[in-house]
């Protein structure tokens, strides 16, 4: 059984510098400043390597007394339900769901983003991703923005 994934807020100054150089690229890349990884890793001073080997851990975070509204990445299997329980979770913490979008499933899976209201959540956010991580047929869920 996998071990659930633990999420920390750190202060950007006390991160070592190839997180905070991996986040600068993916900002340069979501935000077109450049277009490629290639030009995203060379403008940040990092190897096309570092990028992918941290890209998937290192993820910005917005004030969350500023803006509570969170988008969620999910890669879910393309079975009855699956899509019905992560809602069901979402509900059940007190989230609001102000959009879906869902990918037509090829190979049996389909890639969906939750956008959500969280400030009158009742549990973590860190509990909420927990529970829907641990759903069978979630295989991917994590923020995408927020």
């Known amino acids: 059984m996998a071990r659930p994934i633990k999420y ?3 202060a950007a100054d006390a991160l070592p510098e190839i997180f905070v150089k991996v986040a600068e690229a ?3 890349m979501q935000t077109g400043e450049a277009d490629t990884v290639g030009a995203a890793t060379r403008l940040a001073g990092i190897s096309r390597s570092a990028f992918y080997k941290y890209k998937d851990s290192v993820q910005p975070f917005n004030d969350m007394k500023a803006e509570h509204i969170i ?9 009855a339900g699956v899509l019905s329980g992560v809602l069901a979770l979402f509900a059940s913490s007190g989230a609001n769901i102000l959009t879906i979008n869902q990918s037509i499933p090829t190979n049996g899976c389909a890639a969906v ?5 969280t400030s009158r959540m009742e549990e973590s956010l860190e509990q909420l991703m927990g529970s829907v991580i641990a759903l069978e047929g979630v295989l991917r869920f994590e923020i995408l923005a927020g």
């Open 26 to 28: 993916k900002r340069m």
């Open 8 to 10: 920390y807020i750190v």
């Open 113 to 117: 983003t939750i956008s959500a209201e």
């Open 71 to 79: 988008t969620f990445y999910a890669m879910l299997k393309d079975t």
